[in-house]
Nanobody
């Protein structure tokens, strides 16, 4: 099972930016689609964005389009989620996951522990 570690979360003001990182220390991420998801207490985990393994094709949820960018750095074995124009409703725990391309939770079998993103003034 792939072990993933997220980092880069924190407190940011509305309109600000953050870059989340997803790293695998003992496995290459090249063979997996990598997804970013988020979850707030009492709500289901929702897909934000994903990037394919074959050609780095990307897909975004409507809430992320135009503001978030997912990218992969293969030499660093890292996938990033660049988040701009952040809104209070983006506040959540963000998770990265390895699996198949898409935004359904059941497509992904390996998950990180999550990183908290709080957007507040």
């Amino acid at each position: 099972q792939v072990q993933l570690v997220e980092s880069g979360g924190g407190l940011v003001q509305p309109g600000g930016s953050l870059r989340l990182s997803c790293v695998a220390s003992e496995f290459t991420l090249d063979y997996y689609a990598i997804g970013w998801f988020r979850q707030v207490p009492g709500k289901e985990r929702e897909g934000v964005s994903c990037i394919s393994s074959a050609d780095d094709s990307t897909y975004y949820a409507e809430s992320a389009k135009g503001r978030f960018t997912i990218s992969r750095d293969r030499p660093k074995n890292t996938v990033y989620l660049h988040m701009n124009s952040l809104k209070p409703e983006d506040t959540a725990v963000y998770y990265c996951a390895a699996g198949r391309f898409g935004l359904r939770v059941d497509l992904f079998g390996s998950w990180g522990q999550g990183t908290q993103v709080t957007v507040s003034s």
